[in-house]
């Protein structure tokens, strides 16, 4: 079981839904750009990890402001978050987000996310 952390949690939220779900929920709004996270169940078995494994590093991605926690709603990214997932999509999957998203999406999304 490799040690789970922030960044890993992103990444397997983002392979997640772009490899095995081929989606990825993105809210626009006026100010900014928000994306729904998967479950933390979900994330931990994808992670082959016990669910409240993956509890604490949500709370401490809550706490640093990348992601927002609504009941009923999920997990979405804050501003930040928002940013660190789409850096990760570019660097590690940018062939696959430009499959699922189209090109032209992902580079406007690219340019909408500083």
């Not at 709004?29 to 931990?44: D, G, N, Q, S, Y």
């Not at 402001?65 to 999509?89: D, N, Y």
């Amino acid at each position: 079981m490799a040690a789970i952390n922030i960044d890993l949690i992103f990444d397997a939220a983002i392979r997640i839904q772009l490899i095995e779900e081929k989606t990825v929920s993105i809210i626009f709004t006026e100010h900014e750009v928000r994306i729904k996270f998967p479950t933390t169940r979900r994330l931990a078995e994808f992670l082959t990890v016990p669910h409240y494994y993956v509890l604490p590093y949500f709370a401490m991605m809550e706490e640093d402001g990348l992601v927002t926690r609504a009941e009923r709603v999920g997990i979405m990214t804050s501003a930040s978050g928002t940013q660190k997932f789409v850096m990760i999509m570019a660097e590690k999957y940018r062939e696959t987000a430009e499959k699922i998203l189209g090109p032209a999406f992902f580079r406007d999304l690219l340019e909408r996310v500083p």
